[in-house]
């Protein structure tokens, strides 16, 4: 072997060692800070009781409180506009927060965390509002800056610590909890690593999940999301979530620091709706659960909604997408249709021919063949009928968890399209279709009962339905009902 060459194979092998060396440096690193016990208590300085002094903030989109209690957002009013209707949504309220942890961005030491700061200066500009907060004593010297957007649902806070001892930093914020939803409300954390690997957890199975420096962190009820989309000067060293009664409170926390530093961290708080998040941080998309044909739901959703800005009912918006889905589906099950109905007579006739033939099998054979060479053997008509199903499933999983079905009105009794329909109107007419189109179907007997007892059946599924997705089941069977009326009388 020739001396360059044995050269770049040791200079190969070493930097191999080298490379793996630090990889398991860096990760043996990376397992002790993940291993280091969580600090889900925050441990209050006592200080003398102060007067409370309310800042309170109204935006084009929302009302806030922030409170020298803490130095934090205390209470948060979504605002929408449904129609010249003001609608408020309360997602956060000080009266709600049982423990002074749940204050919007709070700050918390290892030791003595202050709670009382003093109001440093408000000030308004045509972009936002900027409200300083300062505490001095009791573990460290905070600075807190909080700048609220005017034209999108984020809130940046510019946060100066300077510690009288080694600490870490701690920022806490609550989930989002929309009164009125009761038994309907689903909290959920979620992260997003640097390797864009996206994780969400339920309430339920939190326990000691934590997040090694995640670059997305926050928490979401059904409606809404709380959470961390830039922190530029890397605050964050890790992020975990606390259970508390009836709310989960983020976590994240620094380094240690010794001496004074500033960190800038940005947050959306606000809907669920791609527009909104969009304009703060286009990852926030990742929260929403479209299910396995998201790629079809989301464009359907915008269509929706741009129906919606023309007839400015979302129930009617509803319908409309639907029959349009029909009416571009339509050249395919039109011929599924037809070759259902060639499939069925084909099938009754070998029927016959199994019976006529039964003690002769090679007169049956022989039928058989006369009979596939006469008519043909009828395929595709499963296939082509099944087309329609991802748009429907699509359209359906969008707007389960759509703000905007939520206290939407439809007609006289449907005064919220995220509610069940509290007559069962809906559900009985869905329960009528579903008769209608076994009877048209041309079906045996047997077959009349079993779509009976399904019919009871979705209706017993259909009666807790949102209004507003039991409309869009109930549309499609009515105009499955229409076409298949409309295709016998120019078939007959």
Known sequence: MNKPLLFGL?????????????????????????????????????????????????????????????????????????DGDMQEFVILAADNAQEREQQAFLVALDDKTPYHYELAGVEETEIGHTISYQHVGHGADIQKQFFVHKDKQQIDLKLTVKPHATTKVRLLWPS???KG???????DGFA????????????????????????LFGVEDKYFVYAMTADPQHFTQRGYFKDVDKRLLAILESGEIQEETTWSVSFYCGPKQAAAMGLVDSRLEKVFDYGFFGFIAKPLLKFLRWVNGIVHNYGFAILLVTLLLKLILLPFTWSSARKMKRLQEYQRKMEYLQQKY???KEALDAARMELMQKDGLPLGGCLTALLPIPFLVALQSGLS?????????????IKDLSAADPYYVLPFLMTVFFLLSGAMGGKSARQNIGAFIMAIVMFALTSNLAAGLCLCIVANIGLHVLQTALQKAIDA
């Open 358 to 360: 039964k003690h002769n």
């Open 181 to 187: 939803l009761g038994e309907d409300e689903v909290l």
């Open 401 to 413: 968890n759509s703000l905007e079905l939520y206290r939407a009105p439809f007609v006289f009794w």
């Open 10 to 82: 040791i200079l190969f092998s070493l930097g191999v060692q080298i490379g793996l060396q630090m990889y398991l440096s860096n990760r043996k690193v990376q397992i002790k800070e993940e291993q280091q016990e969580l600090h889900l208590e925050v441990l209050f300085a006592q200080e003398h009781d102060h007067k409370e002094e309310i800042t309170s903030l109204k935006l084009p989109y929302a009302h806030m409180k922030f409170s020298n209690k803490g130095g934090a957002l205390s209470d948060l009013t979504y605002l929408r506009n449904m």
């Open 192 to 215: 997003l690593s640097k390797k864009d690997d996206f994780s969400k957890i339920t309430q339920k199975k939190i326990n000691s999940m934590q997040y090694a420096q995640p670059i």
């Open 176 to 178: 989002p909890v929309l």
